[in-house]
C-alpha cells in the first residue's frame, strides 16, 4: 500500500512538473529578458552603451572567475564546503552587474547633485549676460564636466529633434531623478508661462539647494558611525565562521552536513542581512 501511495505520489509530482515547466520557464525567461534590458536602458542613461550578450558574457565570466576563486579559498574545508561555497559565490558573480549598475547610477546621480549648484549659477551668469535659455544651456555644455554637461547636451539634442524644451527637461529629470533638478524644472516652466527674472529664480534655487546639502552633509557626519555599525556587525559573523572553518573544521561542518546546523546557519544569514539593513534604515534621516 505504501509503496503504491509513492508511485502515485511521483506519478503527480512528475504531471504536475511536466504542465507547469513550459509556463514557469517562459515566464522565468522573460522576467531575466526584463532584467536584462532594465540594465542596459540603466547602462544607456549613462552612456554606457553595452549590448545584450556582452552583458550575458560578462555574467557568465563572473560566475566562473568567482566560483574558481572559492573553490580556491575553501580547498582545505571538508566537503561540501568548497560545492556550496562555489555554487553561492556564482550565484553572487551572476547578479553582481545588477549591484554595479545600481552603485554607478547612485555615484551619477550624486556627482549631478554636486554639479548642479555651479550649473544653475553659470546658467543665471549666461542669462544675465544676454543669452537665451539655449544659448546658456549650449555655455553649460562647453564649461562644465561630466555628467551634467552629457545630460544638457541630451537636452539640446532632442530640442534639435523638435522636442520642446519642456519636454526635454522634464525627460531629463526622469533620467536623473534628481529632486533639485525638477524644482529648477518646474521654476523655469512657470517663468516661461507666466513671466518673470529667470535669474533671480536661479539664484534663489541655488541658496536653497545649498542650504539643503549643508544639512545633507551634517546628517550624513552624524550617522556615519551607525552605517560602520551597520558594516562592522554584518561582516563579523562572515569572518568568525571563515577563521572557524580554517581552525577547526569539524566543527564547522555540521553546519552544513546536519539539517539542525543546515537551519541554523540559514536562520543566521537571514538575521544578519537583515540586522544589516534594519540598522541602515535607522541610521538613514529622511528631511
Given at each position: 500500500m505504501a509503496s503504491l501511495s509513492y508511485l502515485l505520489f511521483a506519478a503527480a509530482l512528475a504531471a504536475v512538473v511536466?504542465?507547469?515547466?513550459?509556463?514557469?520557464?517562459?515566464?522565468?525567461?522573460?522576467?531575466?529578458?526584463?532584467?536584462?534590458?532594465?540594465?542596459?536602458?540603466?547602462?544607456?542613461?549613462?552612456?554606457?552603451?553595452?549590448?545584450?550578450?556582452?552583458?550575458?558574457?560578462?555574467?557568465?565570466?563572473?560566475?566562473?572567475?568567482?566560483?574558481?576563486?572559492?573553490?580556491?579559498?575553501?580547498?582545505?574545508?571538508?566537503?561540501?564546503?568548497?560545492?556550496?561555497?562555489?555554487?553561492?559565490?556564482?550565484?553572487?558573480?551572476y547578479w553582481s552587474p545588477e549591484l554595479v549598475v545600481l552603485l554607478m547610477r547612485r555615484k551619477r546621480r550624486v556627482a549631478f547633485g554636486n554639479q548642479l549648484v555651479d550649473g544653475l549659477?553659470?546658467?543665471?551668469?549666461?542669462?544675465?549676460?544676454?543669452?537665451?535659455?539655449t544659448q546658456a544651456f549650449e555655455m553649460l555644455v562647453d564649461e562644465m564636466p561630466a555628467p551634467i554637461s552629457q545630460e544638457f547636451r541630451l537636452i539640446l539634442e532632442e530640442m534639435r529633434l523638435g522636442v520642446n524644451l519642456d519636454q526635454a527637461l522634464q525627460n531629463c529629470v526622469t533620467r536623473t531623478k534628481d529632486p533639485d533638478l525638477d524644482l529648477v524644472v518646474s521654476a523655469v516652466k512657470i517663468t516661461r508661462q507666466l513671466g518673470g527674472n529667470l535669474p533671480e529664480v536661479f539664484d534663489r534655487i541655488v541658496a536653497m539647494v545649498r542650504d539643503r546639502k549643508l544639512i545633507m552633509g551634517k546628517a550624513h557626519a552624524l550617522t556615519a558611525s551607525g552605517r560602520m555599525q551597520a558594516?562592522?556587525?554584518?561582516?563579523?559573523?562572515?569572518?568568525?565562521?571563515?577563521?572557524?572553518?580554517?581552525?577547526?573544521?569539524?566543527?564547522?561542518r555540521v553546519m552544513w552536513t546536519t539539517p539542525v546546523g543546515f537551519m541554523a546557519l540559514l536562520v543566521a544569514v537571514i538575521l544578519d542581512v537583515v540586522g544589516y539593513f534594519w540598522v541602515l534604515k535607522l541610521s538613514r534621516i529622511q528631511y
Open positions: 511536466y504542465y507547469a515547466f513550459e509556463p514557469l520557464r517562459s515566464a522565468l525567461s522573460q522576467n531575466v529578458f526584463r532584467q536584462r534590458h532594465h540594465v542596459i536602458q540603466e547602462l544607456r542613461e549613462m552612456f554606457i552603451f553595452v549590448s545584450v550578450d556582452r552583458l550575458q558574457t560578462i555574467k557568465w565570466c563572473a560566475s566562473a572567475g568567482m566560483a574558481a576563486l572559492a573553490v580556491m579559498v575553501t580547498w582545505e574545508v571538508p566537503s561540501p564546503g568548497p560545492a556550496v561555497a562555489a555554487l553561492l559565490a556564482a550565484g553572487l558573480a549659477m553659470l546658467l543665471s551668469n549666461g542669462l544675465r549676460s544676454g543669452f537665451t535659455l558594516t562592522v556587525v554584518g561582516l563579523l559573523p562572515w569572518v568568525f565562521g571563515l577563521l572557524v572553518a580554517k581552525v577547526h573544521p569539524d566543527l564547522m
